[in-house]
């Protein structure tokens, strides 16, 4: 079937998004940025986390221009981050009417997305089993931190715990340092969301061949083990525990992060290959390199990685981190320099792709947002829609899609079902 020009792939597709945090949030985002209609739904009794502390004070870097202002709810920048392209509504579920108008939706819909602990939506009255009543064919994503069967279903989880979890933490740690001394890691949250979002997909897909949807389990920590496969296959196959290696690597040499000239500059190097190798020692400028036996193969450069390195960055810090990566990169060796956010944001290669998109928001004004992540020929994505301000979508929902009157819906609004300000602020 053909495509017209403006058409975006998931235009027609409807998401309901109960979800919080990042992991929860970003899978029906990365949905929106490819057409799906999706509609954020909270409770003015709880809100997502990512709305910010209570009561943030004034000089909180989480907002704009460290300003929370009179509705922080609606501009903290996590949220903010992750709810372009989306619609806000708020519905309290807890209550009969509130769950009985929520069941409405999911009849008008396609997709509903949540990353609440199993055993919530059971007791919410909208697990799998009950949507299906109103709605055979919906499909149903569940991202949770430990999935929804096992010992640790239940387990409320982070991306921090996660990372801890999937043996991630403990593999970038460093030699004699202790888990405290490693930063905090979402990365397992960004690869759940993408992988669900794959999921949806895919379910979408096989709903429109046979007419039947399906219910999507996945797991934060079972969706990153691939990422971490090599050393749990080496102890599978081996009964070898990796130990921690910070920015090294088991099988290559150089390979990590070396001090360049300027304050707390560095620059990231992997060399995998014989090529690579040479190429690395004709750029530092000491072509016998190649030929010391201490560094004449891969195995003997990772033996004497301690005098490589100090040989590396002895070099590295006499040049800019830019520099650095473009004189690599130059004779084929993979280099990146190690950017700060401000450095990121004003790196000519990420303008020139016009990555960063300027966004005008009610209660902040206009900012550059990080875009749409995929560059697509026939359908390009962009920020069609700003994020929204909590509830703003309130009567295009329940007014339009469910055809409500104006009384019963200002009767909803001051028997607070919905609303646009918050009862509690957020946690």
Not at 31 to 58: C, F, M, S, W, Y
Not at 106 to 127: A, F
Not at 264 to 291: F, H, N, Y
Not at 343 to 361: A, K, L, N
Request: proline residues 8%; neutral net charge.
């Amino acid at each position: 079937m053909s495509m017209g020009a403006n058409k975006l792939p998931l235009e027609g597709i409807r998401v309901l998004e109960l979800a919080e945090g990042w992991a929860g949030p970003w899978s029906p985002t990365l949905l929106a940025d490819l057409g799906a209609e999706v509609i954020k739904i909270e409770a003015i009794q709880r809100l997502d986390n990512t709305r910010g502390p209570a009561q943030p004070p004034p000089g909180t870097p989480s907002y704009p221009n460290k300003s929370p202002g009179p509705r922080p709810w609606n501009i903290c920048l996590t949220f903010i981050v992750c709810s372009r392209n989306k619609l806000s509504a708020t519905l309290d579920l807890s209550r009969p009417l509130g769950l009985t108008l929520f069941k409405e939706l999911v009849r008008l819909s396609d997709v509903v997305c949540t990353n609440m602990v199993t055993g919530v939506p059971e007791k919410l009255g909208i697990s799998y089993a009950r949507l299906r009543e109103v709605k055979p064919d919906i499909v149903m994503l569940a991202s949770c931190g430990f999935g929804a069967t096992g010992p640790y279903a239940t387990h409320v989880s982070m991306g921090g715990s996660m990372d801890a979890a999937a043996g991630h933490l403990w593999l970038r740690n460093y030699p004699d340092a202790d888990p405290t001394e490693v930063s905090h890691s979402t990365h397992l949250d960004s690869v759940n969301s993408v992988t669900g979002a794959f999921a949806v997909l895919t379910a979408l897909f096989r709903l429109r061949k046979v007419g039947k949807g399906q219910f999507i389990d996945t797991s934060g920590c079972e969706t990153f083990m691939p990422h971490v496969g090599e050393a749990i296959m080496d102890y599978t196959m081996n009964g070898q525990v990796h130990q921690p290696m910070g920015n090294a690597h088991s099988a290559m040499a150089p390979h990590g992060c070396y001090r360049c000239a300027g304050e707390d500059r560095w620059v990231a190097i992997s060399v995998a290959t014989e090529k690579e190798w040479r190429a690395l020692c004709q750029a530092m400028g000491r072509p016998a390199l190649a030929a010391d036996p201490r560094f004449a193969d891969r195995e003997s450069r990772c033996r004497n990685r301690a005098e490589l390195d100090r040989l590396v960055e002895s070099w590295t810090r006499e040049i800019d981190h830019y520099e650095a990566m473009r004189r690599l990169e130059e004779v084929g060796v993979p280099a990146g320099a190690v950017l700060d956010n401000s450095e990121v944001y004003r790196d000519p290669h990420f303008s020139t792709r016009g990555f960063f998109q300027p966004v005008e928001h009610p209660d902040m004004g206009t900012y550059p947002l990080p875009g749409v992540i995929w560059k697509m020929t026939r359908t390009p994505g962009s920020i069609r829609l700003r994020p929204p301000t909590l509830g703003e979508h309130n009567e295009y929902v329940f007014k339009g899609l469910l055809s409500l009157s104006d009384s019963r819906y200002a009767q909803l609004d001051r028997e607070q079902y919905i609303g646009t300000v918050p009862l509690v602020r957020p946690l």
